[in-house]
T-cell receptor, first 112, second 113 residues
Framework: DTEVTQTPKHLVMGMTNKKSLKCEQH?????MYWYKQKAKKPPELMFV???????INESVPSRFSPECPNSSLLNLHLHALQPEDSALYLC???????????FGQGTRLTVV | DQQVKQNSPSLSVQEGRISILNCDYT??????FLWYKKYPAEGPTFLIS?????DKNEDGRFTVFLNKSAKHLSLHIVPSQPGDSAVYFC????????????FGQGTTLQVKP
C-alpha cells in the first residue's frame, strides 16, 4: 500500500470559516509533509513533521496550523484565510532518512 | 532565486520516440534528485530518483542521468507513450535528513499518437 489519502478533495470556505484538511498514510512512514501548489507553479513546502514532531515550518502564516495526532495522521487547520490562499494543498510522507516522498491527490481549496 | 530550474515549459514528441526532459540546479548541497509526474488535479507521482554519488539510474522505460560537474540532470523516457503525457517535475533534496524537496517549475510533456 503506497497510498496517501487526503480529504476532502475539494473545499470552498469563506474568509471567516474554520476548516481542517486531513491526511492519512499506512506505510509506516515517520515523516509527513504539507505542500502548497498554486496554478502553474511547483509545489512549495509548508511544514515537515518527523516522528510526530514539527521539524520545519517554512515561515507559514499562523492562519495555517498543522497537527500530527499520531504517526499515520496529519491535519492542517485553517482559519481566517485569504483568497490568495486558494491553491492545491498536498500531503506527502516518506521514510525518515529515505527521500522518496509519496504524495496524496491533494485538496483543492478555494477561499471566497 | 530558483535553485532548481526546468527551462523548457513544454515538450512534444511522437509516440515511440525518446523524450528527454532536462533540469539544472545551482546548489552544491543537494545530494539526491527525484522526478515526479503529475496529472491535472492530482498529486505528484514518484517516478525515479538518483543519488549524487551516481551518474545513472534506470527503471524500465525511465532513465535518469546526473552530471554533477554541470549541475544538470535529465530524464529519458524510451519509448514514449501517450499515457506519459503529463507535467514532469524535477526535485532536489538538501544533504541531511530534513526531507525537504525543492521543485523545478515543471515541463509539460505531450506524446502524440
Amino acid at each position: 500500500d503506497t497510498e496517501v489519502t487526503q480529504t476532502p478533495k475539494h473545499l470552498v470556505m469563506g474568509m471567516t470559516n474554520k476548516k481542517s484538511l486531513k491526511c492519512e498514510q499506512h506505510m509506516g512512514h515517520r515523516a509527513m509533509y504539507w505542500y502548497k501548489q498554486k496554478a502553474k507553479k511547483p509545489p512549495e513546502l509548508m511544514f515537515v513533521y518527523s516522528y510526530e514532531k514539527l521539524s520545519i515550518n517554512e515561515s507559514v502564516p499562523s492562519r495555517f496550523s498543522p497537527e500530527c495526532p499520531n504517526s499515520s495522521l496529519l491535519n492542517l487547520h485553517l482559519h481566517a484565510l485569504q483568497p490568495e490562499d486558494s491553491a492545491l494543498y498536498l500531503c506527502a510522507s516518506s521514510q525518515f532518512r529515505v527521500t522518496e516522498a509519496f504524495f496524496g491527490q491533494g485538496t483543492r481549496l478555494t477561499v471566497v | 532565486d530558483q535553485q532548481v530550474k526546468q527551462n523548457s515549459p513544454s515538450l512534444s514528441v511522437q509516440e515511440g520516440r525518446i523524450s528527454i526532459l532536462n533540469c539544472d540546479y545551482t546548489n552544491s548541497m543537494f545530494d539526491y534528485f527525484l522526478w515526479y509526474k503529475k496529472y491535472p488535479a492530482e498529486g505528484p507521482t514518484f517516478l525515479i530518483s538518483i543519488s549524487s554519488i551516481k551518474d545513472k539510474n534506470e527503471d524500465g522505460r525511465f532513465t535518469v542521468f546526473l552530471n554533477k560537474s554541470a549541475k544538470h540532470l535529465s530524464l529519458h523516457i524510451v519509448p514514449s507513450q501517450p499515457g506519459d503525457s503529463a507535467v514532469y517535475f524535477c526535485a532536489a533534496k538538501y544533504s541531511g535528513n530534513t526531507g525537504k524537496l525543492i521543485f523545478g517549475q515543471g515541463t509539460t510533456l505531450q506524446v502524440k499518437p
